[in-house]
Nanobody
Framework: QGQLVESGGGLVQPGGSLRLACAAA?????????IYWFRQAPGKEREGVSCISKSDGRTYYRDSVKGRFTISRDNAKNTVYLQMNSLKPEDTAVYYCAAGSICLGTDLVGVHDWGKGTLVTVSS
């Protein structure tokens, strides 16, 4: 814990877009790990949003964000992104990225690192 830093959150109107970034601290390479994004809304359980494989780049999304969110990896920048379009109020949550071994749908096996989160608020 502490090797990853999320950024890009903020206040956006419904229908708007944000791009979240998950950056690794110096000396930690995201190329070697699977990365997934999860979120936690106020008073609710954490839920997986998206996961990207460390090997073949396969991606997974929870049904509620399919067609709206895109996870991607930029190895040169040692960063994983979550592009969020057509945002809805129900997307409001603190978003976290985590590093692990294998994506299982929008969950992740072998989680060994995660960030402190970035707040996304979707409201008019």
């Amino acid at each position: 814990q502490g090797q990853l830093v999320e950024s890009g959150g903020g206040l956006v109107q419904p229908g708007g877009s944000l791009r979240l970034a998950c950056a690794a601290a110096s000396g930690f390479t995201l190329n070697y790990v699977a990365i997934y994004w999860f979120r936690q809304a106020p008073g609710k359980e954490r839920e997986g949003v998206s996961c990207i494989s460390k090997s073949d780049g396969r991606t997974y999304y929870r049904d509620s964000v399919k067609g709206r969110f895109t996870i991607s990896r930029d190895n040169a920048k040692n960063t994983v992104y979550l592009q969020m379009n057509s945002l809805k109020p129900e997307d409001t949550a603190v978003y976290y990225c985590a590093a692990g071994s294998i994506c299982l749908g929008t969950d992740l096996v072998g989680v060994h690192d995660w960030g402190k989160g970035t707040l996304v608020t979707v409201s008019s």
